[in-house]
């Protein structure tokens, strides 16, 4: 059976489909534990019960949230062996180590200790139940963790050696894939975005009671702890988004010169604050990138290579070449890659037949032209580019509502702290609003680490199309559907019992 676009396209839907609807459920779980396990602090610490009904509170909106992630996130991981057989039979070595250390460590301690916290009350100490309470933050953020370092690898794979004796990466340092800046920077980039989206979550249903003049007292605490989280995380947010932007600048250009629809290189180069991209451009010829623009001078290269007047390659420089600032075109890596397939075919034919000089040639060959082997099975230079405006406007999105969020949290902050914020109700609708702004934020987010890197699999390694399952495409057809109808039936669950508890309000709940 042959693999066809349209297999790997359906494939790359199905995935895309249960990556998006998992990561609806994620964040909001990795910042709750932490504001439930402050709150629950403050109650241990001071005694009072109202502290202890609002810990309460948050924690039960916060097991149906966990508990209907956790049903995307196992399906996700599935789909590596029925859709994508191929990548973990290459990478599966390297690959499935995080994986396994995730559930084998993180999972296992977020679920144990995530039952004494939920069903513990008055069954175990103040001291102990709070343990657990932090443990499953902990957890939770651990699980994450690997998660991250397993994604990172994909987008800067380090620590691995080709066998070309089994076509497969074999690990070679563990270290170097946990400690692999690039999984370093998206951790930390990612659940301090997850922190903020809970914050978000919090203060808009506090908002919410505030706007209905119900658990006033509570509402206000929720507001103080979530605010002043967010505040500092948001903070967070940027430095490590900055560090991520240089990461992606050393291992994938291609990739943020798309976020920046940069198509020719540039000293200075400046970031787009706001801008409308010219639909109608093509690749090498004399039009326009932008319909429309305003640009932060000489902020992209100081963001990606921390000078102001570093030289900052476009799509068309990673396309065609730059032989004038050292930039290898696509082009010819694609002439590398085919040398080094071939180089791969000869090598295996000669060790078959038992011919060692000739294998050993081979051999040589292959690994003076390897780093490229992955252009290889690209059919043009363009394959290469990912899609530009969904990158462009995705980020910008993210970038605009980051911003927005941090103004947010002071504003917020300032009024609950002078007790003002009750007659503010454009803020506090503002507050509620700002709750979908959040899973918006988050899923562009994605959507440019993910299709930023198209077309591969593993960057500059493995195109998604040769790790594809080789399997029926209307079979994935049909389990995409099923996925859509599954998924959108949990949220659907998810939204209406939210949305029965909060309407309960905090003594409804207890």
Not at 262 to 278: M, P
Request: hydrophobic share 50%; glycine share 8%.
């Amino acid at each position: 059976m042959e693999i066809t676009d349209v297999l790997v396209d359906w494939s790359r839907a199905q995935f895309a489909l249960t990556a998006l609807y998992h990561w609806l459920f994620v964040p909001l779980t990795l910042g709750l534990t932490f504001i439930v396990a402050i709150m629950e602090s403050i109650y241990v610490r001071t005694g009072d019960e109202w502290w202890k009904k609002t810990t309460q509170f948050w924690m039960t909106l916060l097991a149906i949230n966990f508990a209907i992630g956790l049903a995307t996130g196992i399906i996700m991981e599935f789909e590596f062996g029925t859709n994508w057989s191929n990548y973990s039979w290459i990478v599966g070595d390297i690959f499935g180590a995080p994986l396994a250390i995730e559930g084998l460590m993180a999972f296992f301690m977020e679920s144990t200790f995530f039952a004494v916290m939920f069903f513990g009350w008055n069954k175990v100490s103040k001291k102990t139940h709070l343990l657990s309470t932090w443990l499953v933050a902990i957890g939770s953020n651990l699980s994450a963790l690997w998660i991250l370092v397993a994604n990172g690898w994909m987008q800067h794979p380090v620590g691995m050696y080709f066998n070309p004796d089994t076509a497969r990466n074999e690990m070679q340092n563990f270290g170097d894939v946990i400690f692999n800046p690039n999984a370093v920077s998206k951790f930390l980039h990612t659940v301090s975005s997850g922190y903020v989206m809970a914050s978000l979550f919090v203060m808009g249903i506090s908002a919410w009671y505030l706007l209905k003049k119900r658990d006033t007292l509570f509402a206000k605490r929720s507001i103080i702890v979530s605010a002043s989280f967010g505040l500092i995380t948001s903070l967070f947010v940027i430095t490590t988004g900055d560090n991520s932007a240089y990461n992606v600048a050393q291992t994938q250009p291609m990739k943020l010169a798309v976020m920046e629809g940069l198509y020719k290189g540039e000293n200075r180069a400046g970031i787009v604050a706001v801008g409308v991209l010219n639909s109608e451009k093509k690749f090498g010829d004399n039009q326009k990138a932008f319909d429309f623009k305003i640009e932060i001078p000489s902020a992209l290269s100081f963001l990606g290579y921390h000078k102001i007047d570093a030289f900052v390659p476009g799509i068309e420089d990673m396309l065609y070449g730059n032989s004038q600032k050292g930039v290898m075109g696509i082009s010819q890596k694609i002439k590398e890659g085919k040398i080094a397939i071939e180089a791969l075919k000869e090598y295996k034919n000669a060790k078959k037949i038992g011919d060692k000089d000739r294998a050993e040639i081979a051999k040589e060959r292959f690994e003076a032209h390897q780093a490229y082997m992955g252009y290889g099975y690209l059919q043009k230079p363009e394959d290469a580019v990912p899609n530009i405006a969904l990158s462009f406007y995705s980020f910008h999105t993210m970038v605009a509502l980051g911003t927005w969020f941090l103004i947010l949290f002071i504003i917020a902050l300032c009024a609950v702290l002078r007790d003002k914020i009750s007659s503010k109700r454009w803020l506090l609708w503002a507050m509620v609003w700002s709750i979908p702004l959040g899973y918006i934020a988050q899923e562009t987010g994605w959507i440019v680490a993910e299709v930023g890197r198209q077309p591969w699999a593993i960057q500059d390694l493995l195109p998604v199309g040769m790790a594809t399952s080789n399997i029926a495409s209307s079979s994935v057809m049909i389990t995409f559907w099923l996925f859509a109808i599954l998924f959108t039936g949990l949220l659907i669950a998810e939204i209406k019992i939210m949305l029965t508890q909060i309407k309960l309000g905090v003594e409804g709940g207890n």
